[in-house]
């Protein structure tokens, strides 16, 4: 990307110039101009003060009286106006400079989401078409003083390394604008919830674009994003207008934590509305340690409830086979059962391995 600027300050200057040399040379007070034109005097000053523009329709009346062609004096509030936004956004970039360092540029390009490019004006202004603002100073309203809350409603200002975390926030609400849904309907949400768990129970090839399906029959949309560096998000929830959007990272690419995951932001979308947003496992200002283990109750119960798990330790000790059997009877997949009790220290980390499947999804 070329920051050179076509024309320079010094030779490109505002047309108003032009007109306060053309009223000296022909002996004409800016009062009689502006009435000669049908315009009132401040506006002629202000245009000869390079403070306002020259528009189409004076530039046929300055022809009118001047006898200079409109196309002139159009020609050359353009020229000027051009330089003064190149000016403007060059201004933006140098003041981005350090902005665009802070983030994972480098791994953003390696997952496809920005080009690759080493040049800093590049990355900048890339930048500011993957966030769709016009500059650092838009981001910061945006994802620090929430300027815009019906979109997002909470701040990253004091969340550790807040570029990252937007950055991985925003790729989702590109991968959200793909999906075309219908409105939501939290009864068929509920109802497919108990096809997703029969999904999760044989965890088979294909899983992510069957839950997504069943989710876009409910008007949720639900989407796969890997981790930044230095963002290590297991998954959010938020509404983008009456939609609920679930971003999932599958961080540590295992299926009993991925499936945990998917329940915990269901549930926020079920139990918390529209105005809560989740932001799995990452401190931020808005969040909300109450609403946060609501969520982590919704997906126990679905993913392998405590009752369940009462009932499954009392028939200790348990050989894999054992495991594997009390999956099948409360329909879930080994690997959570496995994970849940590797966590609590029940069994060991040599017990089940092979249930722990891995999750490879594309970007």
């Known amino acids: 990307m070329s920051t050179t600027n076509e024309y320079s300050p010094e030779t490109v200057t505002h047309p ?37 523009s020259i528009t189409p329709d004076m530039s046929i009346q300055f022809e009118n009286v001047l006898k200079i062609p409109a196309k002139f004096w159009l020609r050359k509030q353009y020229r000027y106006d051009e330089i003064v936004s190149r000016n403007k956004r060059q201004s933006a970039i140098e003041e981005a400079k350090e902005w665009a360092r802070c983030f994972p540029y480098a791994e953003m390009a390696n997952f496809g989401w920005v080009p690759s490019t ?15 603002l016009s500059g650092k100073t838009a981001w910061e309203d945006y994802y620090y003083k929430q300027k815009l809350k019906v979109c997002f409603r909470i701040s990253l200002k004091q969340t550790t390394e807040s570029y990252a975390v937007s950055a991985w926030l ?18 068929k949400f509920k109802h497919n919830l108990e096809s997703i768990k029969d999904l999760m129970a044989h965890h088979s090839k294909g899983f ?103 009932e499954l330790r009392s028939a200790a000790p348990l050989k894999e086979k054992d495991i594997v059997a009390f999956a099948e009877k409360f329909n879930t997949h080994p690997a959570i059962i496995i994970g849940r009790f590797q966590h609590k220290k029940i069994i060991p980390y040599s017990v089940g391995r092979k249930f722990i499947e891995p999750i490879c999804l594309s970007n």
């Open 118 to 132: 080493r040049k800093i004006e590049e990355k900048i202004d890339t930048l500011f078409q993957f966030f769709g």
């Open 208 to 310: 992510f674009i069957q839950l997504q399906n069943l989710c876009k029959q409910a008007g949720v949309k639900v989407v796969y994003t890997p981790c930044l560096p230095k963002a290590p998000i297991h998954g959010s929830t938020r509404w983008i207008g009456d939609t609920p959007l679930i971003q999932l990272s599958a961080r540590y690419k295992q299926n009993d934590r991925f499936w945990f995951t998917f329940y915990h932001e269901a549930g926020h979308i079920l139990l918390h509305g529209k105005k809560y947003v989740s932001i799995e496992n990452i401190k931020f200002d808005d969040i909300d340690l109450k609403k946060e283990e609501e969520a982590n109750g919704f997906a126990i119960d679905w993913t392998f409830s405590e009752r369940q798990e009462r």
């Open 170 to 187: 925003r790729r989702g609400e590109i991968l959200a604008e793909e999906l075309k849904v219908p409105s939501y309907n939290v009864n």
């Open 16 to 52: 108003g110039l032009t007109l306060k040399e053309k009223l000296e040379e022909i002996g004409m007070s800016k009062k009689e101009f502006a009435l000669r034109t049908e315009k009132p005097e401040q506006t002629i000053i202000k245009i000869i003060n390079g403070n306002s």
